[in-house]
């Protein structure tokens, strides 16, 4: 009989975002590894921006039904707004509460799951699979974190909630069969944090869909080559070393409008921009234009496949840790046009890159300016030409791959560490 997998997570498509992919990927792939995929999701999202085609087959989105989910919409409007005052930018603990749990519970009684497989952000869904864990001990349960909770440089919750949220972890790791880190370093602070669930920790890396067409596009005519970015900018993100560089660059004579323009698409706060007049500028003198809306995938994708040149922002200022792994680097090795590189020195970000076979320039956050200045010179003499990725990012990235490991570890097996990793 084919074993049965329950992926619970608050995000799943129609919601538009890259949150979403890890279960889909799960729900999409696990099959092929002989586990049956059932997905539990919300059906209504405040403040999300949706448009990802839905996807059918074993997929229950709940609430059901017209009245319902005007009453879950207005329950999720007022988390939102709690939160907000509250500082909290967890959403969907108000749905697990009222309705995921409750669906996850009756499919589970009326017919055989082994393993329940929860996704964050959001944390509501760890929350959800733990109360459904406690319900149903037997269940092997993987909590995968695509994003670290503690430790995570982009949280900045308020002080009186960060004892709770150290218990709420440490209950997390108690209690889960497995826990899903992004990257290695991130699973080593794990195994330094809680050395009893060592074993417990593994790598469930983000990657690229196979069935997702990405490739270089014809280059369109255009005044100046175009160095894109994909997704939002704000807080620790802005990168003030691109711009400090580009400025003084321009002033010097190195480089004149039409040699470069870097765009921006997705939604962006730059207000904290650490020297506003210098923004100013370049964006009056036509080396920077921020394209402020969040667009469908496929929109972001056929916007980068047609830019001369890709742009990383790994960038957490101000601890500069290493961490994460932005997934759109994914989309941009496929793409293999020249990528520009903002991240901390030895980072899971510069180590993929490094080993990817695309040309690329790595600038350390923490690079001084006239470091900056070269890295950006010596990027703009980079052919512009595509290549293909490394057979390594091939062969350890594909999503089928990361499906495979999360099914290794339902069916008992240990899945081997990605190497150079």
């Given at each position: ?28 792939y696990l ?20 448009g ?14 017209r ?15 709690i ?9 969907g ?14 499919l589970?009684?009326?017919g ?26 037997a269940?092997t ?10 430790g ?7 002080k ?24 290695a ?17 593994v ?10 067409a ?5 280059l ?14 704000y807080?620790?993100?802005?990168p ?26 997705g ?8 020297r ?13 234009t ?11 994708l ?17 601890h500069?840790t ?40 790595i600038?350390?956050?923490d ?12 990027f ?16 350890n990235?594909d ?23």
């Amino acid at each position: 009989m084919m074993r049965r997998a329950l992926v619970f997570s608050y995000y799943f498509p129609p919601m538009n975002g890259p949150v979403t992919q890890h279960p889909t990927w799960f729900f999409r792939y696990l099959p092929l590894y002989g586990l049956e995929s059932h997905v539990i999701s919300s059906s209504v999202f405040f403040g999300e921006s949706l448009g990802a085609p839905s996807l059918s087959g074993n997929v229950h989105s709940v609430p059901a039904g017209r009245l319902a989910q005007r009453c879950a919409y207005g329950l999720c409007r007022l988390e939102f707004h709690i939160q907000a005052r509250l500082r909290i930018w967890e959403h969907g603990f108000a749905w697990a509460r009222a309705y995921g749990i409750g669906e996850a519970c009756r499919l589970i009684q009326a017919g055989g799951f082994d393993a329940v497989i929860s996704v964050s952000p959001s944390m509501a869904s760890h929350w959800g699979a733990y109360r459904i864990k406690r319900r149903f001990p037997a269940l092997t349960w993987i909590a995968d974190f695509t994003d670290p909770f503690l430790g995570n440089p982009l949280r900045n919750s308020a002080k009186w909630l960060v004892p709770h949220e150290r218990r709420f972890e440490q209950s997390l790791f108690a209690t889960a069969d497995y826990l899903g880190a992004n990257t290695a370093p991130a699973r080593d602070l794990w195994r330094e944090r809680y050395p009893q669930h060592a074993s417990k920790c593994v790598v469930i890396p983000n990657g690229y869909d196979p069935e997702e067409a990405i490739a270089a596009l014809p280059l369109p005519p255009r005044s100046a080559p175009v160095l894109a970015h994909a997704g939002g900018v704000y807080g620790g993100r802005i990168p003030n070393a691109l711009f400090e560089s580009l400025y003084e660059l321009a002033q010097a004579g190195q480089i004149r409008p039409g040699q470069l323009h870097v765009e921006f698409l997705g939604l962006g706060d730059f207000s904290a921009v650490r020297r506003p007049e210098q923004f100013e500028f370049l964006c009056k003198s036509g080396f920077v234009t921020v394209r402020n809306d969040y667009v469908p995938r496929q929109q972001a994708l056929r916007y980068t496949e047609e830019a001369d040149f890709l742009l990383v922002l790994d960038i957490t200022a101000p601890h500069n840790t290493k961490l994460q792994l932005p997934s759109k680097v994914f989309d941009y090795l496929r793409i293999g046009r020249p990528i520009l590189t903002f991240t901390a020195d030895g980072s899971p970000t510069a180590r993929l890159i490094e080993q990817s076979g695309i040309q690329h320039v790595i600038i350390p956050n923490d690079a001084p300016p006239r470091e900056v200045q070269d890295g950006i010179l010596r990027f703009l003499s980079l052919p512009r030409g595509p290549r293909q990725c490394s057979d390594w990012v091939i062969r350890n990235f594909d999503a089928r791959n990361i499906a495979g490991r999360v099914a290794a570890l339902i069916q008992g097996d240990q899945p081997p560490d990605i190497p150079q990793w």
